[in-house]
Every structure is written in structure tokens, then in C-alpha cells.
């Protein structure tokens, strides 16, 4: 029996130690400068899950650190004071963020602050926080959540206060729920924020006050949104004596070959929308982006007095509804928006999800919704086709809308061309707040249906522009999308309950008597 050789603590810690220097120096050096053509080439024939540097985490396996790929690895334990993360969707940015934001509370009293484009992904951001924190045996102490109402209403901060004194804040990234305590930051999907810019000149001042907790940090860590954006002069700005920037690139390439086991090609061809990959799996600066509809645009619609649940027999004739459906099969849920028109107001009656709802059973749940409606725009896209034409074909004689055919049925069949899309979304944004500041909609008071609505982007990429959403655990921004075709519905609708307020396109396109108004 071979003999070994204990070793005292002190020892063991300095080994651990030689070894976290050693993998600090070589963590992504040999793929640091190469381009990304380089870095595709290199991906091709990997070995998923495997690191193409032969970098080996140092950490001990019953240490939480030692999940860190290469990447995280290097960001987490960079100690610059101000760094800035360019980095890939779902390459794990916020776990080893919030891996050193809890490590950081655990070695002394601190505080952070998480901001965050969306309430949603600001929670999410501090449940990581909290799990990192729990591994680490950091006791939480309080939980303690505010709103600007009741339950459903908006955010204003969540806040962990840990055993040790330590406190983790989460806020949404606006200018007037960042202001406030003297705290490190962590600005997640920075670039994503509805005002990049004035946020971060209401969140600087939070790390210059050094006599309370020390000297403050400041993590940005996004994905792009747009050449000439608050992420990209920060990422190629030049930095002086004074001032200067650690920057960390994780492209999906980067993020594959030290690790992390994704099947780039099967993500390229489900994404199908080649800028879109180039923005956030690449990391490439589009032309820009911007939020469909702010939280505060949002806030003009909610009533309590709007349902998502409503009896579809109480449906009258004197206040004719309109249906909105966005037809999802398995990724995707499929939503159905009703709206009802009281004056020149749509009000919502109900906001039905179906998810992982066959197709046969969708029709049997949406028939009587559309007969009840007065006209209904559907998805007609992709898996939609199907159930679309059973709709207007099939055994319930929905009928077809396509008036410049003579077909005035129930149903219109809408495909999500750029073209169309421009159409239906700038429409509904104007039915949130027109032209005079009114708001002509309502919505229910529900965070679900306001972070949905809020992950709709306006994407400008060589000059044109499309509608687009990122894809959440609950879905992609089906519901904005389902409201969307509602109120195009009500805007194209023919007789007497047509909504009463076309725009320019419309009275240009009435008083040409072109077959069909198309928007509203």
C-alpha cells in the first residue's frame, strides 16, 4: 500500500490557493482574441460539455464554486470595481454574478443591488442571489417586498437582509426605483433597460460614498440592444488613467467550447431569424431596439374593472367583442384575448392561456368564443395553419374574413409577415396612448400580463424595422401578441361596432375604397 502524506490546513488552503491563482491566469486566454470566425471554426466537431483549453475548475467538488465553467470562473473572480459583461442569452451571466454578489455578502456586511429591465427577471436574479447565498450557509434573515399597491401591482423593491447584516435589493431598472441606498451593483441585461441612460446617471451616485461598506463595485452584464446604445459606448469607449473598464466577451461559441454542453446549430435553426442570433447569441451591436410599451404606458390601461376570466353567454349584442388568438403548441402557449367595446374603449374580458393543449381540443375550447365574437384575428403561421384552416373550413362554418374575396365570415386568417407585424404593433401601442395622451384600452391589473407585454421590442436593424420578443419561461410575449391581433380585430371589423378610431392608414385607405380597412 502506497503511503500518503497528510497535510495540516494551512497547507491544503495555500495548495487551493496556488491553484485559484494558477486558473485566474489561463482562464480563456487561448480563446480571448480569436475572432469569430475563428471561434465557429473551432466549434465544429466539439465535444459538448468539454473544454477545448484543457482548464479544469479548482475549486473542490464539494465547493458550490466548483459548477463554474471557464468563463464564469474568470468573471467572477475578476476584482476590477467597474466591469462590463457582453455576454451570450442563457450562458449563465446571472449565476456566477450572483454567485460573487452572494460570496461578497458572506464575507462581510455589504450591500447589493440587482436592477433589472423587468420585475421578473429582477426576482429571478435575486431567487439566484438567495440560492448562492444558502450555499454558502448564509443564513436570510428577512424577506421583505414592496409594491406600489396591492399584489399584483407593480414592483418597487424586493429585499433580502441576511444573518450577517448583509442586504441584497432587488428593483426594476428605472430611473426612480434605482435611486436610493449606498450599494454595489449588479445591472443585469443593462442594455435592455427602458431608459439605459438616465437609469445609470440615477444609479451612479449609489457607489461613491466609500464610508459605508467600502468601496463600492459596479457589474453590467447584457446581451446587446443596439449600435449606439448605453452598452456599446461603454464597451468601446476608451478608458483613461482614471476610469477604466474590465470587459468580458462570452459569444455562445466562447461559452460552448469551455463548456457549456449547447447544440449551437439546433438553437441557429430554431431561432430562423439570422440578426436575431447575431444579437443574442453572438453579441453583435444591432441598430437598435426599444421597448413597445414602458411600464408607465402599461399603467395608463390597468383597471380592476378588467377580467381575465369572464362567461362568454354574458356577451351582448349592443357591445360587440373581439378575439385575438396567438396559437402556440408545445414551446409556446396558445392565448386568446377578448375585448369588448363600451364607447370608444376596449375593455379586456378575458385572457385565456391553453398550454400543451392538443390541437383538436384547442378547436373545441376556441369555437364558441369566436362565434360569440364579432370578428376574430388569428395566427395564421407556421403550426397555426392547420388549425386555421379547420376553422374557417371545417364542421363549425366559421367562415373566413377576406373581404376583397367577398368572404365576411368570423375568422381572418393573419400571417406574421414583417409587414403585418408593423401594422398590428405601433396600432396597439396607440390604442395604449394616442396622439393626445389617451388611453382607449384596458387591461387587467396582473404581473403576468404586464411583464408580457413589457418583453415587446422595436428592433431596428439596416434601417428597417420588426417586432420581436425574447422567449421567457413564460413564453413570448404571447399575450402582447394575442392583444395585438384583438385590436386589430376590433380596428378591422366591418358594420356598425367597428372601433371608432381609425388612424391616418385607415381614412386614407376608407376614402380610397380599397376592399377591407387593415388597420386600426
Known amino acids: 500500500m502506497a503511503n500518503t502524506k497528510s497535510i495540516s490546513k494551512k497547507e491544503a488552503n495555500e495548495k487551493i490557493r496556488a491553484a485559484l491563482e494558477q486558473a485566474r491566469a489561463s482562464a480563456g486566454v487561448p480563446l480571448r482574441d480569436a475572432t469569430i470566425e475563428d471561434l465557429e471554426k473551432r466549434v465544429v466537431g466539439h465535444t459538448l460539455g468539454t473544454n477545448a483549453n484543457g482548464w479544469k475548475n479548482p475549486y473542490p467538488s464539494d465547493d458550490p464554486r466548483s459548477l463554474y465553467l471557464e468563463y464564469q470562473f474568470a468573471w467572477k473572480e475578476d476584482k476590477s470595481r467597474f466591469k462590463a459583461g457582453l455576454m451570450s442569452r442563457q450562458s449563465g451571466k446571472d449565476f456566477s454574478s450572483e454567485g460573487e454578489a452572494a460570496e461578497d455578502c458572506n464575507a462581510?456586511?455589504?450591500?447589493?443591488?440587482?436592477?433589472?429591465?423587468?420585475?421578473?427577471?429582477?426576482?429571478?436574479?435575486?431567487?439566484?442571489?438567495?440560492?448562492?447565498?444558502?450555499?454558502?450557509?448564509?443564513?436570510?434573515?428577512?424577506?421583505?417586498?414592496?409594491?406600489?399597491g396591492g399584489s399584483e401591482t407593480l414592483l418597487k423593491s424586493a429585499e433580502i437582509t441576511?444573518?450577517?447584516?448583509?442586504?441584497?435589493?432587488?428593483?426594476?431598472?428605472?430611473?426612480?426605483?434605482?435611486?436610493?441606498?449606498?450599494?454595489?451593483?449588479?445591472?443585469?441585461?443593462?442594455?435592455?433597460?427602458?431608459?439605459?441612460?438616465?437609469?445609470?446617471r440615477a444609479v451612479l451616485p449609489s457607489i461613491t460614498n466609500p464610508l459605508r461598506g467600502g468601496e463600492k463595485k459596479v457589474r453590467l452584464i447584457t446581451t446587446p440592444n443596439g449600435a449606439g446604445g448605453a452598452m456599446q459606448r461603454i464597451w468601446?469607449?476608451?478608458?483613461?488613467?482614471?476610469?477604466?473598464?474590465?470587459?468580458?466577451?462570452v459569444t455562445i461559441y466562447h461559452a460552448v467550447l469551455m463548456g457549456l454542453p449547447v447544440d449551437i446549430e439546433q438553437i441557429r435553426e430554431a431561432f430562423?431569424?439570422?440578426?436575431?442570433?447575431?444579437?443574442?447569441?453572438?453579441?453583435?451591436?444591432?441598430?437598435?431596439?426599444?421597448?413597445?410599451?414602458?411600464?408607465?404606458?402599461?399603467?395608463?390601461?390597468?383597471?380592476?374593472?378588467?377580467?381575465?376570466?369572464?362567461?362568454?353567454?354574458?356577451?351582448?349584442?349592443?357591445?360587440?367583442?373581439?378575439?385575438?388568438?396567438?396559437?402556440?403548441?408545445?414551446?409556446?402557449?396558445?392565448?386568446?384575448?377578448?375585448?369588448?367595446?363600451?364607447?370608444?374603449?376596449?375593455?379586456?374580458?378575458e385572457v385565456l392561456v391553453l398550454k400543451n393543449v392538443s390541437s383538436p381540443d384547442q378547436e373545441q375550447i376556441l369555437v364558441n368564443r369566436i362565434r360569440s365574437a364579432q370578428k376574430t384575428a388569428f395566427d395564421y403561421t407556421g403550426p397555426g395553419i392547420g388549425l386555421g384552416d379547420y376553422l374557417v373550413q371545417g364542421k363549425n362554418g366559421l367562415g373566413q374574413w377576406k373581404p376583397e374575396q367577398h368572404k365576411f365570415g368570423k375568422v381572418e386568417l393573419c400571417t406574421f409577415t414583417t409587414k403585418f407585424k408593423r401594422q398590428i404593433f405601433p396600432a396597439?401601442?396607440?390604442?395604449?396612448?394616442?396622439?393626445?395622451?389617451?388611453?382607449?384600452?384596458?387591461?387587467?391589473?396582473?404581473?403576468?400580463?404586464?411583464?408580457?407585454?413589457?418583453?415587446?421590442?422595436?428592433?431596428?436593424?439596416?434601417?428597417?424595422?420588426?417586432?420581436?420578443?425574447?422567449?421567457?419561461?413564460?413564453?413570448?410575449?404571447?399575450?402582447?401578441?394575442?392583444?395585438?391581433?384583438?385590436?386589430?380585430?376590433?380596428?378591422?371589423?366591418?358594420?356598425?361596432?367597428?372601433?371608432?378610431?381609425?388612424?391616418?392608414?385607415?381614412?386614407?385607405?376608407?376614402?380610397?375604397?380599397?376592399g377591407g380597412i387593415t388597420s386600426c
Not at 179 to 184: E, I, K, L, P, Y
Not at 236 to 249: P, V
Open 108 to 148: 462581510r456586511k455589504t450591500e447589493w443591488m440587482i436592477a433589472a429591465p423587468s420585475e421578473r427577471q429582477a426576482l429571478d436574479s435575486l431567487e439566484q442571489g438567495k440560492t448562492w447565498a444558502q450555499a454558502f450557509d448564509l443564513k436570510i434573515a428577512e424577506y421583505d417586498e414592496q409594491r406600489e
Open 162 to 200: 441576511y444573518s450577517n447584516g448583509s442586504r441584497m435589493r432587488a428593483v426594476p431598472g428605472k430611473p426612480e426605483t434605482v435611486r436610493g441606498r449606498s450599494a454595489n451593483l449588479l445591472l443585469t441585461e443593462f442594455d435592455f433597460f427602458e431608459n439605459p441612460a438616465e437609469t445609470w
Open 236 to 249: 468601446t469607449k476608451e478608458d483613461s488613467a482614471k476610469m477604466k473598464w474590465s470587459r468580458h466577451l
Open 272 to 349: 430562423d431569424d439570422p440578426d436575431g442570433f447575431a444579437q443574442e447569441f453572438l453579441c453583435q451591436f444591432l441598430d437598435g431596439s426599444n421597448v413597445l410599451l414602458p411600464y408607465d404606458v402599461i399603467a395608463m390601461a390597468e383597471s380592476a374593472d378588467a377580467t381575465e376570466m369572464w362567461d362568454i353567454s354574458s356577451a351582448g349584442k349592443s357591445h360587440p367583442t373581439f378575439c385575438g388568438i396567438d396559437f402556440g403548441r408545445t414551446n409556446d402557449p396558445t392565448v386568446c384575448w377578448t375585448l369588448q367595446l363600451i364607447g370608444d374603449v376596449l375593455w379586456t374580458r
Open 428 to 514: 396597439l401601442r396607440s390604442r395604449f396612448k394616442d396622439a393626445k395622451g389617451q388611453c382607449h384600452l384596458r387591461v387587467p391589473v396582473s404581473t403576468t400580463i404586464r411583464e408580457d407585454l413589457h418583453e415587446m421590442q422595436q428592433v431596428i436593424s439596416s434601417g428597417e424595422y420588426n417586432y420581436w420578443s425574447r422567449r421567457t419561461k413564460e413564453g413570448h410575449s404571447d399575450r402582447c401578441t394575442a392583444l395585438a391581433l384583438a385590436n386589430y380585430a376590433a380596428g378591422t371589423s366591418s358594420g356598425p361596432f367597428r372601433s371608432a378610431r381609425p388612424n391616418r392608414e385607415d381614412r386614407r385607405r376608407t376614402t380610397s375604397h380599397k
